[in-house]
């Protein structure tokens, strides 16, 4: 499971968003799982809806695009998000940023990001902060590259 919070694009599929929960909101009190087995097993302890390791790797893998209710459900109770962000991508952008800034936050309060990082933010001029945010992107970039190379 990776610590840094990875971007949502615009119009992710319902696969992208399973996965960027999974690496980015997972549930502190739970153990970080190593495989779709843990992590259907996890969901299903934590809510009580029985759920396959193979529905997750539908799920994660695009193989599966039109879940049963319960089972997103299951999977928005476990990662503490509305259902609705499972919705079409047009309607989710209001939800797809406060889902990331619950993820900044989670990484603030587990010392992943520095309060100090984000208040320096806060603090520069829009010109220093459209640099920052270039480097942050081409950054970003640069590691799904990498992650995506064999």
């Given at each position: 499971m990776s610590n840094k919070t990875e971007e949502i694009a615009p119009g992710a599929t319902l696969a992208d968003k399973v996965e960027w929960l999974i690496r980015n909101l997972w549930p502190a009190d739970a153990q970080p799982p190593r495989n779709n087995?843990?992590?259907?097993?996890?969901?299903?302890?934590?809510?009580?809806?029985?759920?396959?390791?193979?529905?997750?790797?539908?799920?994660r893998t695009?193989?599966?695009?039109?879940?049963?209710?319960?089972?997103?459900?299951?999977?928005?109770?476990?990662?503490?998000?509305?259902i609705g962000y499972f919705g079409r991508p047009s309607e989710t952008a209001p939800i797809?940023?406060?889902?990331?800034?619950?993820?900044?936050?989670?990484?603030?309060?587990?010392?992943?990001?520095?309060?100090?990082?984000?208040?320096?933010?806060?603090?520069?001029s829009p010109e220093a902060r459209w640099v920052v945010d270039e480097m942050i992107l081409s950054a970003a970039e640069a590691d799904r590259r990498r992650q995506a190379a064999p």
């Open positions: 087995v843990e992590t259907a097993a996890a969901i299903a302890n934590s809510t009580g809806e029985d759920i396959s390791s193979t529905t997750v790797w539908k799920l695009g193989r599966q695009e039109n879940p049963q209710l319960k089972t997103l459900r299951a999977l928005a109770t476990f990662f503490g998000v509305p797809d940023e406060d889902i990331t800034l619950k993820a900044l936050r989670r990484d603030v309060e587990h010392g992943i990001i520095r309060p100090e990082v984000l208040r320096a933010l806060v603090d520069l």
